[in-house]
């Protein structure tokens, strides 16, 4: 009784042509050549056709595009011949009025007893918004691409080295600048990759730091040396940013490595600088303190002249000394200024020779130059005296070994310029260090004997600024233990112009 029940409403219930006219996709069956005989009411409705004008008045290929019919009657038919039944074949559907939309077409085909084809019946999806996710999936993913691209295009711009990691360390992308200095190629590149770039001494350092900031996702920074692909190591700054997830999860690391080797080296070069300087000054005070002392206490009239005289030339020293550092001053904040007019050279030079040999007796030196004859130039006086000590006694005091230094002047008529060389024979400077001796606080640490002279690394430095202001450019020759020329033009004027 139950079971019959039960039969009976489920009879009811499902009324198979009622699923069959009003199911979500389209059913269409049609004879072998085409024509159709049976077609469902979703299917009619999305065409827009009724059932009498379709039913044995249309033909399969009437509902697809050119392009689909040749593709029909190519490939799908002979494929429905072969396996009976094709699955998931897009065609492009025509409407009657003309529009079309993309679908997803299932056929299978009836056969009669002796296996001959009767009919094809074919279930078809509508997959206009399937299309439409799969274009704007499409699109967002060239979007990214590009996005991806323009990142990597100004990254490889950027002087700096520049990487991204995953969460757990390892390199997924690394611009070109660190490519070149590592000569490593962007694939394969492991997180220890960097590690082992470090300067052994700052491994620790590193590593620790790094390891701290992977357990609390903080920001990475430290300053360590890396060795680069010629094998010298330079300072530079560690960087990476964490970047999280909505939940704080680290996704991924962005990383750069900046490098800081002039800062680096400018400040400990500054704090040598210091360590001198504060040596220098001390020592002339010292003395000046001791000749006090004892000319408190002498009553012998030519040794308390002797000590006067000494303390005379210590003060000088602490004078210019003094000076210097006011010139240094000066340069920093573009204060350092020159008074030009027609003076003698001649004259100059003349008396920065003599003030030369009261400090340096060890030396002859060699006038290359006809000392009768003025010549006139457009100079400051007393700075350009200053060069020519400063010069002067850099040839005396790296030169050591040597027994003279030339001073010579070329005069170079038709664009009326004088030429003035300071030569010796003396320690040379390396070839890549010849730019650097200009520079502040720099001295030739690596040069025999130089760390002996006495010496703050300014002198070149000033005098580099002083004929700048001249409107000229201080240039060097030189070659390792052969000798050194310094050099400079002015422009010759006539005597007394302004
Ligand atoms: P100061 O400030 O007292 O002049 P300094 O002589 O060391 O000190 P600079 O005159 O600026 O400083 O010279 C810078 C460096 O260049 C020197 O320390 C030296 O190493 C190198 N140098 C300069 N002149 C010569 C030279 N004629 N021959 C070899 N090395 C030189
Ligand atoms: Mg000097």
Known sequence: MKGQVNKELLESLIDVEELYQDAPCGYVSFLPDGTIIKINRTLLHWLGYSEEEVVHEKNFIDFITKGGVIYYEMFYLSLLKMQGQVSEI????????????????????????????????????DITDRK?????????????????????????????????????????????????????????????FLISKVHQDDRVKCLRTWVLCIKRGCDFQVQVRLQSLSGDFQWHMLRAVPYKDSEGVITKWFGSCTDIDEHVIALQ????????????????????????????????????????????????????????????????????????????????????????????????????????????????????TQVMINLLSNAIKYSPQAEKIILRLTRNEPSALVKIEVVDFGLGIPDEKL?????????????????????????????????????????????????????FTLPVTERGLN
């Open 90 to 125: 897009n065609f492009e559907i025509v409407r009657k009025d003309g529009s079309s939309f993309p679908a997803l077409v299932n056929s299978r085909v009836l056969k009669g007893r002796s296996g001959e084809q009767k009919a094809i019946n074919a279930t078809i999806f």
């Open 132 to 192: 439409k996710y799969e274009r704007e999936l499409l699109l967002a993913t060239r979007l990214a691409e590009a996005e991806k691209k323009r990142f990597e295009f100004l990254a490889d711009l950027i002087p700096e080295i520049i990487w991204t990691a995953t969460a757990e360390g390892d390199f997924d992308y690394v611009n070109q600048r660190f490519c070149d200095y590592f000569n490593a190629s962007n694939t394969d590149l492991e997180g220890e």
């Open 269 to 384: 070069r500054k704090d040598e600088f210091i360590n001198i300087a504060s040596h220098e000054l001390k020592t002339p005070i010292t003395s000046l303190k001791a000749y006090n002392q004892l000319l408190k206490r002498i009553d012998d009239k030519d040794k308390a002249r002797d000590f006067l005289d000494r303390s005379a030339a210590t003060l000088s020293n602490l004078h210019f000394l003094v000076s210097s550092l006011l010139d240094v001053a000066q340069i920093n904040s573009g204060q350092l200024t020159v008074n030009l007019g027609s003076i003698s050279l001649t004259k100059v030079l003349r008396h920065s020779i003599d003030l030369i040999k009261l400090n340096y007796s060890s030396h002859s030196i060699v006038e290359e130059f006809d000392s009768e004859e003025e010549i006139f130039v457009r100079a400051d006086n007393q700075r350009l």
């Open 435 to 487: 730019d650097s001796v200009f520079e502040k606080y720099y001295r030739v640490s690596d040069t025999k004997n130089n760390n002996r002279v006495a010496g703050l690394g300014l002198g070149l430095y000033i005098i580099q600024s002083i004929v700048k202001l001249h409107g000229s450019r201080i240039n060097v020759k030189s070659e390792v233990n052969k000798g050194s020329t310094f050099y």
